[in-house]
């Protein structure tokens, strides 16, 4: 079951998605060329949203944790995709230590890490997970909801090589974020480590994501001759802001203001009827924390104490100083009358599959990376990369085709981003 818009397929996307089919060649080849230039993410997720009228990226995550929420039968493609990373990375590699989040107990999140040893494995690895967490001194085999198990065993490190007992890997790979900040253990490593330390949420703001995606949206917008409004949200930031003691308001206040004004010139141009928003959200962090849904600035100084005490602190109780204020890109997907949006997977520089995120207590107008959300996995039936050039532009493979594209710009823009934070 591929779900659909709900939404007459018509206006602006349509047209874009025309754009995207009529120059595919030249899509390609662009991508092409710039992969030539810029060193790829190991793997990558990108959220998008999909409004009918814009289709555009509003998070891009460098240690993604659904791997488990793929279609089963895009693993080939998966194995294949890290066979390419990895041949780029490490030519040589044969061992590989994986490490994951602290989250021993989220059996849903211990499947996707598990799902990527496997990965690894069938791309002719060999594999074992080292945890972070101080009382894992022994190995210990976590049985997994599906029949599986997962074992966790002590790091172990010697001058500047991170390993195992009795086991000396090449490669360490990280599906851990490091929003705690990046542990002893991990730095001066002789090995190579993907993705990189600087790639972790303790140094990585998503505004400086997004500064990138403009540059990349831009670019690929004179390219087809766009207008790069259609793929990419607008932004501002506010620095140490601290919502507890009420000090940054009046920045938020006049930012959102400001951000609220240039989406309702575009909306008036389009003849979008809809009310613009934006989300309000933490510059640095994931799992959906720190993030709230604003329709005018005076709603900012009215929050109340427990709407501030929400907004200050995120994953592993990190404070909030830095804010971005983003356009709100509404989601007219759904599945089942729930408000749905889909979540793009890449390893290299391939789209190895999808899911929907769906939420059923959400609007189309909130964050849906919340708890009470179920993910439904996209079944790609011709792949987000493979459209059909003589279809209709929202026959099914041509919609997961602009998906494809607009996640791979937010995948390029990760790249420049990287190659910023490491210069």
Same mark, same amino acid.
């Given at each position: 079951?591929? *779900?659909?818009?709900?939404?007459?397929?018509?206006?602006?996307?349509?047209?874009?998605?025309?754009?995207?089919?009529?120059?595919?060649?030249?899509?390609?080849?662009?991508? &092409?060329?710039?992969?030539?230039?810029?060193?790829? =993410?190991?793997?990558?997720?990108?959220?998008?949203?999909?409004?009918?009228?814009?289709?555009?990226?509003?998070?891009?995550?460098?240690?993604?944790?659904?791997?488990?929420?793929?279609? $089963?039968?895009?693993?080939?493609?998966?194995? /294949? @995709?890290?066979?390419?990373?990895?041949?780029?990375?490490? !030519?040589?590699?044969?061992?590989?230590?994986?490490? !994951?989040?602290?989250?021993?107990?989220?059996?849903?999140?211990?499947?996707?890490?598990?799902?990527?040893?496997?990965?690894?494995?069938?791309?002719?690895?060999?594999?074992?997970?080292?945890?972070?967490?101080?009382?894992?001194?022994?190995?210990?085999?976590?049985? #997994?909801?599906? +029949?599986?198990? /997962?074992?966790?065993? *002590?790091?172990?490190?010697?001058?500047?090589? %991170?390993? #195992?007992?009795?086991?000396?890997?090449?490669?360490? /790979?990280?599906?851990?974020?490091?929003?705690?900040?990046? $542990?002893?253990?991990?730095?001066?490593?002789?090995?190579?480590?993907?993705?990189? #330390?600087?790639? +972790?949420?303790?140094?990585?703001?998503?505004?400086?994501?997004?500064?990138?995606?403009?540059?990349?949206?831009?670019?690929?917008?004179?390219? %087809?001759?766009?207008? =790069?409004?259609?793929?990419?949200?607008?932004?501002?930031?506010? &620095?140490?802001?601290?919502?507890?003691?009420?000090?940054?308001?009046?920045c938020l206040a006049v930012q959102v203001d400001d951000v609220l004004n240039k989406i309702r010139v575009k909306y008036a141009e389009y003849g979008v009827k809809s009310d613009p928003f934006v989300i309000v959200k933490a510059d640095a962090g994931t799992y959906g924390m720190g993030i709230m849904t604003v329709k005018d600035a005076s709603e900012i100084t009215a929050l109340n104490r427990r709407q501030r005490n929400k907004m200050a602190v995120v994953k592993d109780g990190m404070a909030v100083s830095d804010v971005l204020v983003q356009e709100g890109v509404y989601t007219f997907e759904n599945i089942n009358l729930a408000v749905a949006e889909p979540v793009v997977y890449m390893i290299d520089r391939f789209?190895?599959?999808?899911?929907?995120?769906?939420?059923?207590?959400?609007?189309?107008?909130?964050?849906?990376?919340?708890?009470?959300?179920?993910?439904? *996995?996209? @079944?790609?039936?011709?792949?987000?990369?493979? $459209?059909?050039?003589?279809?209709?532009?929202?026959?099914? =493979?041509? &919609?997961?085709?602009?998906?494809?594209?607009?996640?791979?710009?937010?995948?390029?823009?990760?790249? /420049?981003?990287?190659?910023?934070?490491?210069?």
């Amino acid at each position: 079951m591929v *779900p659909h818009l709900t939404t007459a397929l018509n206006g602006p996307l349509l047209e874009l998605e025309r754009r995207f089919l009529t120059a595919m060649p030249t899509i390609e080849h662009w991508f &092409r060329s710039q992969w030539q230039e810029h060193a790829v =993410p190991i793997y990558a997720s990108v959220d998008l949203r999909n409004s009918g009228f814009k289709l555009a990226p509003v998070d891009t995550n460098l240690f993604p944790g659904g791997f488990n929420n793929l279609n $089963p039968e895009f693993l080939p493609l998966c194995v /294949l @995709a890290m066979q390419s990373a990895v041949e780029k990375i490490c !030519p040589d590699a044969r061992a590989v230590l994986l490490i !994951p989040e602290n989250h021993t107990r989220n059996m849903f999140y211990l499947q996707n890490v598990a799902q990527i040893v496997t990965i690894l494995k069938q791309a002719g690895m060999l594999v074992r997970v080292g945890s972070l967490l101080p009382d894992v001194t022994q190995p210990v085999e976590i049985a #997994l909801p599906n +029949g599986n198990a /997962l074992k966790l065993e *002590p790091l172990v490190r010697r001058g500047n090589r %991170l390993g #195992l007992e009795g086991f000396d890997p090449c490669v360490v /790979l990280l599906n851990n974020d490091l929003s705690a900040g990046v $542990p002893d253990i991990l730095k001066n490593l002789e090995q190579a480590v993907f993705p990189p #330390l600087e790639a +972790g949420w303790s140094t990585r703001l998503k505004s400086k994501h997004f500064t990138a995606y403009d540059q990349v949206a831009t670019n690929f917008a004179e390219l %087809l001759e766009i207008d =790069p409004w259609l793929i990419n949200p607008y932004f501002a930031t506010c &620095r140490q802001v601290n919502f507890q003691e009420r000090i940054g308001e009046e920045c938020l206040a006049v930012q959102v203001d400001d951000v609220l004004n240039k989406i309702r010139v575009k909306y008036a141009e389009y003849g979008v009827k809809s009310d613009p928003f934006v989300i309000v959200k933490a510059d640095a962090g994931t799992y959906g924390m720190g993030i709230m849904t604003v329709k005018d600035a005076s709603e900012i100084t009215a929050l109340n104490r427990r709407q501030r005490n929400k907004m200050a602190v995120v994953k592993d109780g990190m404070a909030v100083s830095d804010v971005l204020v983003q356009e709100g890109v509404y989601t007219f997907e759904n599945i089942n009358l729930a408000v749905a949006e889909p979540v793009v997977y890449m390893i290299d520089r391939f789209v190895v599959g999808g899911f929907y995120r769906v939420h059923t207590s959400r609007g189309i107008d909130e964050n849906l990376n919340a708890p009470g959300m179920h993910f439904v *996995p996209l @079944a790609f039936e011709s792949g987000c990369s493979l $459209p059909n050039p003589d279809g209709a532009p929202d026959d099914t =493979p041509n &919609r997961f085709y602009a998906y494809g594209v607009v996640a791979r710009l937010a995948l390029l823009a990760a790249s /420049l981003e990287l190659e910023g934070m490491q210069s």
